[in-house]
């Protein structure tokens, strides 16, 4: 349990615990959360509403958050204080199975990929 089964350059067989993958963390979440870089938000599964906040400082161009909504309510992407897109106001996810990648542009401001 939580071990794979690995080869090494001369061909044997090991049982090796499994390493991360890209570098992404993975989180579910039900609740209002500020977001981290590196993080992917995977937001509600019912009617819920709530709220994924950017970081407002500290973030080097080209990190990134993403979001999805898994349900059928509205997850607002705060902005905190900075633009998103080049535009002074919040994003909203407003339909079921819907994503959104944020990349900073290292002046925490915010551009959608």
């Given at each position: 349990?939580?071990?794979?089964?690995?080869?090494?350059?001369?061909?044997?067989?090991?049982?090796v615990?499994?390493?991360?993958?890209?570098?992404?963390?993975?989180?579910?979440?039900?609740?209002?959360?500020?977001?981290?870089?590196?993080?992917?938000?995977?937001?509600?599964?019912?009617?819920?509403?709530?709220?994924?906040?950017?970081?407002?400082?500290?973030?080097?161009?080209?990190?990134?958050?993403?979001?999805?909504?898994?349900?059928t309510?509205?997850?607002t992407?705060?902005?905190?204080?900075?633009?998103?897109?080049?535009?002074?106001?919040?994003?909203?996810l407003?339909?079921?199975?819907?994503?959104?990648?944020?990349?900073?542009?290292?002046?925490?401001?915010?551009?959608i990929?």
């Open positions: 349990n939580g071990y794979v089964l690995s080869t090494n350059t001369t061909g044997q067989l090991a049982w615990e499994q390493s991360s993958g890209g570098g992404w963390n993975y989180s579910p979440i039900t609740a209002n959360t500020t977001a981290l870089v590196g993080y992917h938000y995977s937001c509600g599964a019912g009617n819920e509403t709530f709220t994924v906040t950017l970081p407002a400082s500290g973030v080097s161009a080209g990190e990134e958050v993403r979001v999805k909504n898994m349900g309510g509205t997850i992407i705060a902005r905190n204080g900075n633009n998103i897109d080049g535009v002074a106001s919040d994003y909203s407003d339909v079921r199975y819907s994503a959104v990648t944020l990349v900073s542009d290292g002046n925490n401001n915010w551009e990929i």
